[in-house]
């Protein structure tokens, strides 16, 4: 394959993925709890290129681009207040253990729901973990207090504690849920807060620049594509030609 056909066609292939990332992220703007994505491009080397006659350098030519890794901004987002019982928002960087299919994952999301049977779940069905690493159930009449501690209370009576994490090692599992090395979260380091839910991670202005700038990149790609095509073209029919 032509060099420069190869360069151009990995800098398309790196930007779709990075266009899909950045689409992922903008479908999300209003998804409780959601941390926007990064995606890091490299090159895969460089080649030097030396004068046939003399073999002195000239200069050296890119080998193309792919992408190196998509990194995930943690950091948590703004709390908004809703009023609601069942929504808790973390103040600070600790996560929400809950159980899955898979084990135990952490979450943000702090919208929470009980099923029929009174556990406490995520409004995607999964249970949320106590502090011992149990499912939460709910059970009695009053009123629902969740503590700054993450402490649950109903009508005056406990209910269990929320496992409120520390993540090290962090790794996105689909949307919303996260893999890592958990550790219980310092006192003080995460504050519950009851009536409010954090917002999504994804700051709009940016993501939309960052998609503008990589169909540009694309599209550059694009037309390179089409001028090496139409010069092997050219090539081709002189040869054919003889002229």
């Known amino acids: 394959m032509d060099r420069g056909l190869y360069i151009a066609a990995s800098g398309m292939i790196a930007d779709q993925v990075r266009q899909d990332q950045i ?4 479908a ?6 959601y941390k926007a994505d990064r995606t890091a491009q490299r090159s895969f080397g460089d080649v030097l290129l030396s004068e046939r006659d ?3 350098p000239v200069g050296r030519v890119g080998m193309g681009t792919e992408i190196a890794e ?7 987002a ?10 808790i928002g973390l103040e600070g960087t600790g996560f929400l253990a809950v159980q899955t299919a898979a084990g135990a994952r952490y979450t943000r999301n702090g919208q929470l ?3 029929a049977d009174g556990t406490l779940q995520t409004a995607g069905g999964n249970p949320v973990l106590s502090a011992d690493g149990q499912p939460i159930k709910i059970t009695g009449q009053g009123d629902l207090i969740i503590g700054a501690d993450g402490t649950i209370t109903l009508g005056g009576q406990p209910q269990g504690t929320l496992a409120i994490v520390e993540l090290t090692n962090v790794a996105k599992q689909g949307d919303l849920l996260f893999t890592g090395t958990a550790a ?38 694009q037309r390179v594509i089409h001028a ?12 054919a030609t003889g002229s």
Not at 28 to 33: E, P, R
Not at 230 to 238: E, H, K, M, P
């Open 78 to 87: 703004p709390l908004k207040q809703t009023d609601e019982s069942l929504d």
């Open 28 to 33: 999300n703007v209003s998804t409780t709890g």
């Open 228 to 239: 090496i095509d139409d010069t092997l073209g050219r090539g081709i029919q002189a040869a």
């Open 113 to 115: 729901a009980l099923a």
């Open 184 to 221: 219980p979260s310092a006192p003080g380091t995460t504050t519950v807060r009851q009536g409010f839910l954090e917002g999504s991670g994804v700051n709009t202005a940016q993501a939309l620049v960052d998609m503008m700038a990589s169909m540009r990149a694309y599209e550059s790609a």
């Open 70 to 76: 998509i990194r995930t901004n943690i950091a948590p």
């Open 54 to 56: 003399t073999g002195q």
């Open 23 to 26: 689409a992922n992220d903008l």
